[in-house]
Structure formats: C-alpha cells, structure tokens
C-alpha cells in the first residue's frame, strides 16, 4: 500500500486581497515545519515525473567515526504510537525552553451525513521529544476538533477545542492549560467556534473568538468566561496594545457578508465602546503598525486602498494603483517602519508590480516589475531574516521564463543572484545563475521546503534552487547555502532534502526527501554545509512527516516523524528524536568567534560597500572551523557605525522622480494637475518640500543634505480623521491649527534666536495647514512617477508574516483577513 503525506503547519499572516483566478493547483505532499507539525497519510495520486540533473558539484563528505556512531546510538530514542490512534496527528512545542512537546492523534468517524464522530489521543514530553506519556486522561479522552486542534499561546498557554455537535449542546467546549499541558481546565462556551481562539500577541489571557453565528467574543481571563462585544462580525485583528479591530455588517444589510459593504471598526477598550474608521470597506489586515484596508467607493469603480500608522485615528488613501474586481493588492511583509505590496496586474498574467511604501504606509515606490505571483494565490517573496534588508523573490520575464532576484536594501534595487562557487553552467547556457525555488514551486511539488532562514543563525541561508538560464522544473532541486545572506553561494546536497537549523546556526540537519520511499539517514553539517556526515537513526524506515525541532533555533534535538503502514492498513507513527548534543560537547569560547562585517560580499572596495540603509553592522559569529555549541545562552550582538548619507539613502517626494542617470531627484512637469486629481476631501495643502525623503529606518548621517535650491509648491490632499478622533497629545512647541500661519511659524523660530539651520528646518515644515500630531506634519507623498499608467500577508492581500506574532490567517479579497 503506497502512502504519502500532507504536512501542514508553520506560523504566518496573510492579508487582504480580490477577486479572480481560481487555478486550481495540487497541495503539497511533503513537507516539515518548525514548532508545529500536521500530518495526514494519504494515498499516492500520479507518480513523478522524471527529471534531469542540473549542473554537477562535489560537496565534502565526512565519515562518521565509530566513537560517534555509538554516542548518537545511545542518545536517540524512538517512540511508537499506537497503530489505531488515528490518521491525523499533529505536534507543537509548548513554551520557550520548557522542552515540552504536545502530540495530539484524532481519527474521525462518520455518524451520519451531517455529523461526525471518533477520538483523540493526547501525548506529552517532557524532555524535548526523547520520551512520551500518554495523558488522554487528562483531557477525559474527548475527541478533539481535527481542524482546529493544538492551539499555543504566549507563554506556557493551550488551547484544545472539543468537538460538540452544534445541535445538542449550547456551546462548545475547551481545554485550557496553564502549565504547558500537565494539567487541563474544562470550559463551557455560551456559543460555538467558527474558526480557533485568537490569544493576543502578548497577554495569553486576553482570547477573541468568532461564533457560527457572527458574534464577536471576548474573555480577559483565558476563557473562563466570555462576553460578547458585537454582532454581525466578518473578521478581525488585534492591533497594538489592545486594540482590536473588525469588519462587521451594516444594521440595515442582511447579507452578513456582502463584501464592498462592511463597517471597519475599533474598540481600544475590550469591547465597552466602539469606534468607526471606515464605511463601504471590503477587506482589512493589521501588520507590523500599519492597519489597511481596501474600499469599494462606488459598486462600479475599482477597489482601492487607505493605510493608517496610528491604530485608526487618521488614514489617507494610499498612492499605488487601484485593483478591478480581476485584480488584488497582496501585503508581502511588513513592520513598524514600511511595507511590501504587490498588486496584481490585469487578466491572467501571473505577475504583477510590487511596491515599497513610507514609514506611514502612504507614499508607495515601484520596487520590482513583473513580480510573481500565480494562480493558487501564493507568493515566492521571501524575507532573510538571518541578515537585515535582505528579501528575495521571483519574476516571471518577458520571455516567459523565471528567474530569481535578490535584494540587499529592503526592495530599493534587485539583482540576480550569483553562480555557486562550486558548479559551472554548460557552454550553451548563456547566463548561469542560481534561481530559488519558492512556493510556487513547492505547491507543484517540486520542492519540499522553502528558503530557510533565522534571525540568530547571522547570515546563513538554505535553500533549494537550480543553476542556469532560469527557474528549472525539469531539473532535480537541490539544495544552496549561503553563508553571507544571499551574496555568494555553495551547492552543499544533491536532490531535495528537508532541513532544519539548530544551535543558533552552528548545527545544519537534513533528511533527504524521498516521495515514495522510506528515510532512515539524517545528514548533518556543523560548517555551515560545507562537509556533512550522515548517521542511520532507525533501523526500520518509515514514511517521513517532518522534522521538528523547539522553536528559537537553540535546541540540538530534532525529532524525525512517521510512521509505518500495518498489515491491517492503519499507520503506526513513529517519533525519532536525536540529541546532537551527545557528539558536540564541546562549550565555544571567545577564540570560535570571529567579527564580521554584513553587506560587505557585495564586491568593491570603497567604504561605501557595506553601507545598507545607512549604516554597518559587524556582528560577532561563529566560525566555520569551530565544532562547538553555541548553547541556550547565546545571543546576537552587533556593532552598528553610520555611514555618509547620499541621494539613495532618500526617496523621491510627491511629485518628484529619480534621473537615471545622476540620482537626482527632479519635479515632474505635469504633477501639479494629477496632485489635484487625488484630492479626497477638498481639502488642499501648500507644502514646501526639497524633493527629498530619508528612506524608512535609514540611520545616514551627514554627506548629502537635501537644501531649498530649488523651492516648489506642491497640494497634496490632506490626512482624513476618522469619524470619532481620539485626544492627542501634543508635543513641546508652537501647533498652528488656523490657515495663515505660515510666516507667524517662520517668525517665531527665528525670533526665538534659533541659529539660521534651525529657521531653514522651521521653514521646510512650513505649511498653508498644519495638521500634524507627532512632531512633523503628516502628509501624503508619492515617488510614483505620475506621467506613467496612472492606473495604479497565494493572490489578494493576503501573504504577509506578522512582526506582532498574532495567528495565521490565511485570507483575501475573496476570504477577509482577520
């Protein structure tokens, strides 16, 4: 009997998007994750394709000595789970540090057609995966809800949703856990869940959760008793401190989710009152500090996007182009300084153009054309989080081809990657690059992974990826490392492998990903992928389903799951957790380390080199040479100098663009008349601006300073308050709210015997209106090229990673984001 598997899991944040192609695509079948595992046996559908092998490289192989033969034997434990526990398991760490590890295995049965029946089984570690008890006791053996499961929250916190048929009892029932599941509290909700409890991003007592019936609920004492705050509810999000917001149905509208139609709203106060931002929205997300939200204005035109940077209380519409019913905006990525956009181009194109925006999520930049971006709604951008300003992604060009691009300096410039070191391209190929598999490819399972990264393991990247012309289906994948963020890399395992970074990146561990066979060898490196040895942790394989490890990358166990087709058709799974630890036992001292300066493989040799987003930063890492353990304690330190400013440490202000050839940033003749045409209100605003913006997050000092040469007015339309603005606060100094306060500002700065650089910055804030509420006045600006097509979380907005740590939505245009 063939098996194969469905893995699912990982944390992410998707976001808003729209309607349009509905490709359907195959789900991958393999896959692993770190924290949370899923899985689900499943027969094998089609068989593989035959593929071709790319370019050959050698990569070093070491011997595994029998002293560590017989160590890694002694310190790998295997444990079996019952045969009939159920075709669905799925394991997540609870904790940071706690070494707990929860597996919870459902089968279910149906009772008739509209119910569903069948059991759970709960197991639990204590010691990093090594040994398992079973607890099912604990939990009164109740059958857990398959889709909804395991969910873990700050802290020690769990969550288990029973599974209560809806007809006979109230509400539904929860687990709830304090103690990283040792002991397990019984709760009756007055309602049933429509989707899992939300917990917010830093108190685990705080809980919100949607009803099958639209209701909003709140709990404050992690679930003990629930309130609810609203009905009619489509979505929602926390945002910063606890504000919470959330699109609902108008009072008058029956359709409880007519999209174009919602009510975006916020309560700052858990739900005693509420505010309206906005009317006639159609989808919304929260990410990084940025809340945004696309609106219908009218049923015939366009949907188009507003941004706020303050929880709600002011937002303007965004400058980016606007998005047809066949269209969708995607958030990328984000955080508390700018945001990724993409927005899809008309028809089925597969790509679109992706953007950067301001510090205020308002003046958006053209970053990348012809970004990918395909029919199952998935993006291949990527961010590096094991060095700063690091993205990559893919572009679907104009011959149809595509290839992989990467950028240093948060989406300001793109380049392809660099030919590994070690593999040469065939005479006929007239570019050899390296081009990055992505989730296109894994949701055409090509790949079983996706790029790997982390923020302790400085500078190291794995990923599978080919060598050539471009992207290759037709090729087997194999896997790439980078040692310097993406600058140069090394072919380091031939096919595809699932891998896995440990020891704040001083340990690298792959299992070879075998589609239909069984695995028993896992590969493991502690150079960074430059030599690897290989040890057989089973003596009986089994069917791969992940490997999981304690989030955080400072473990060095790793637990290899499976499982074993009985006789009688059901899986025995199967846990293998190896403590590399045992053959690494030496502690790393001052000598392992080495200073290295980031941004600096870049080439050229000017001060200049290692400059990004105008500064540099020399961090202290681990050297390929040492085999050591970095260990629990270790933690990241860098140094950081700030670099000479030029012109490409600024954006270009609202009506300005970049010269391509000097960098200079010029006043675009025809600005005046399509300024007007963005208006909102009515409202204009004279602004006196220099054509400069610093670059979000960008620390230059000196060098280049934009100067009044040239002093131009411009109007852009004025930031629109919501219905109810809050109180502000106002900083020290003068506020002008009146219209003619220009030259009174002028004046009291310079009368105030400020020195003459003070007056000219006095004079450069200088506005007809000033409605600012932090220390500079907030305004909209654009670097779009406005004589160019003005028409303006996977496809939606809807792939973006959170930088607040709220749960995974997967959603859209089509399927509001939460």
């Known amino acids: 009997m063939l098996w194969s598997l469905v893995v699912l899991g990982g944390a992410c944040v998707c976001l808003v998007g729209s309607a349009g192609r509905t490709a359907t695509l195959p789900r991958p079948q393999l896959d692993g994750s770190r924290g949370q595992v899923r899985a689900r046996p499943r027969r094998e559908g089609s068989g593989a ?46 904790g940071d540090g706690t070494g707990v590890v929860l597996v919870l295995s459902t089968i279910s049965v149906p009772i008739n057609t ?93 809980l919100v959760a949607l009803s099958i019936d639209e209701g909003l609920w709140l709990s404050t004492d992690f679930g003990a008793k629930w309130t609810k705050v609203h009905d009619g509810v489509h979505s929602f999000s926390w945002g910063a401190g606890v504000n919470l917001f959330f699109s609902c149905t108008r009072v008058d ?56 940077s303050d929880q709600g209380d002011t937002f303007s519409r965004a400058l980016l182009p606007s998005a047809s019913t066949e269209q969708f905006y995607s958030i990328l990525d984000g955080d508390v300084d700018m945001l990724f956009m993409h927005v899809d181009n008309p028809g089925d194109t597969f790509f679109g153009t992706m953007y950067t925006s301001d510090d205020r999520g308002i003046l958006f930049s053209k970053s990348l054309e012809r970004h990918l971006f395909e029919g199952h709604r998935k993006s291949d951008f990527t961010n590096i989080t094991s060095l700063r300003g690091v993205y990559l992604t893919n572009k679907l060009d104009e011959d149809g081809r595509i290839r992989s691009v990467i950028s240093f300096n948060r989406g300001g410039t793109w380049r392809q990657l660099n030919k590994p070191e070690n593999v040469d391209c065939s005479e006929q190929t007239k570019k050899c690059n390296l081009h990055i598999h992505g989730e296109h490819s894994r949701n055409n399972q090509i790949v079983p992974m996706l790029a790997l990264s982390e923020p302790m ?65 896992i590969k493991f490196s502690t150079d960074e992928g430059q030599c690897w040895k290989s040890y057989n942790f089973t003596e009986q394989p089994f069917f791969f389903a992940g490997l999981a490890s304690e989030p955080g990358t400072k473990a060095m166990n790793v637990s290899v799951w499976g499982f074993r087709p009985e006789d009688d058709g059901q899986p025995m799974w199967v846990a293998v957790t190896i403590d590399f630890q045992s053959v690494i036992t030496r502690e790393c001292n001052n000598l392992d380390y080495e200073e290295w300066l980031a941004h600096s493989a870049g080439g050229g040799a000017s001060e200049r080199s290692a400059c990004v987003l105008g500064v540099k930063e020399t961090y202290r890492r681990l050297k390929k040479q040492s085999v050591c353990r970095n260990g629990k304690s270790f ?76 002093q ?85 907005l809807e792939s973006a990673a959170s930088s607040n740590g709220t749960v995974c939505h997967h959603d859209s245009d089509d399927d509001l984001i939460q």
């Open 712 to 796: 131009t007015f411009i109007r852009p339309c004025g930031v629109k308050p919501s219905p109810r603005p809050p109180a502000v606060s106002v900083p020290p100094g003068p506020v002008f709210d009146t219209p003619r306060e220009k030259l009174v500002l002028i004046l009291v700065c310079a009368g105030a015997g400020v020195i003459v650089l003070v007056a000219v910055a006095c004079a450069l804030i200088a506005v007809k209106r000033v409605v600012y509420r932090t220390r500079t006045p907030v305004y909209r600006f654009s670097t779009l090229q406005l004589q160019e097509d003005g028409n303006c979380i996977t496809p939606d």
């Open 457 to 521: 393991a400085i500078g190291l990247v794995i990923a599978h990826g080919t060598v050539g012309d471009s992207l290759s289906s037709s090729q087997h994948p194999d896997v790439f490392v980078s040692s310097d963020g993406g600058y140069n890399w090394r072919g380091t395992l031939r096919g595809p492998h699932h891998y896995s970074i440990l020891d704040s990146g001083g340990l690298i561990v792959a299992v070879e990903a075998q589609r239909k066979g069984q695995v028993k060898t």
């Open 114 to 206: 509209y119910l569903d029946g069948g059991s759970s089984r709960l197991y639990r570690s204590t010691n990093y995966g090594k040994s398992f008890l079973d607890i099912s006791h604990r939990i009164n053996n109740t059958f857990i809800k398959e889709e909804f499961g395991v969910s873990v929250g700050p802290g020690s916190s769990v969550i288990l949703t029973a599974d209560t048929p809806v007809v006979d009892h109230p509400g539904g029932i929860i687990l709830t856990s304090t103690d990283a599941g040792a002991t397990f509290k019984f709760i009756q909700l007055p309602f049933h869940l429509a989707q899992p409890i939300t917990y917010h991003f830093l108190n685990p007592d705080y």
């Open 635 to 710: 933690v990241v330190s860098k140094k950081q100098n700030p670099c000479l400013c030029t012109r490409h440490d600024y954006l270009c202000d609202y009506g300005y663009y970049r010269h391509p050839n000097t960098s200079e940033c010029l006043r675009q003749p025809d600005a005046a008349n399509k300024t007007l045409e963005m208006c909102l209100t009515g409202e204009e605003d004279e602004l006196l601006t220099t054509g400069y913006r610093k670059v979000p997050s960008n620390k230059c000092e000196g060098g280049f300073t934009p100067h009044l040469a040239v």
């Open 253 to 308: 509208t029956v359709e409880a989710d007519e999209r174009g139609d919602l009510v975006l709203k916020r309560t700052k106060d858990l739900g005693d009152t509420f505010t309206t931002i906005h009317e006639d929205i159609f989808s919304f997300g929260y990410i990084g500090a940025f809340l945004f939200f696309s609106v219908m204005e009218d049923p015939r035109s366009p949907r188009v996007m507003y941004f706020s």
């Open 49 to 94: 394709s035959k593929l071709s092998h790319g370019p050959v490289f050698t990569s070093c192989r070491l011997p595994l000595t029998p002293a560590e033969h017989k160590v890694l034997d002694d310190n790998t434990h295997e444990t079996g789970f019952n045969g009939d526990d159920g075709s669905y398991v799925i394991l997540t760490w609870v």
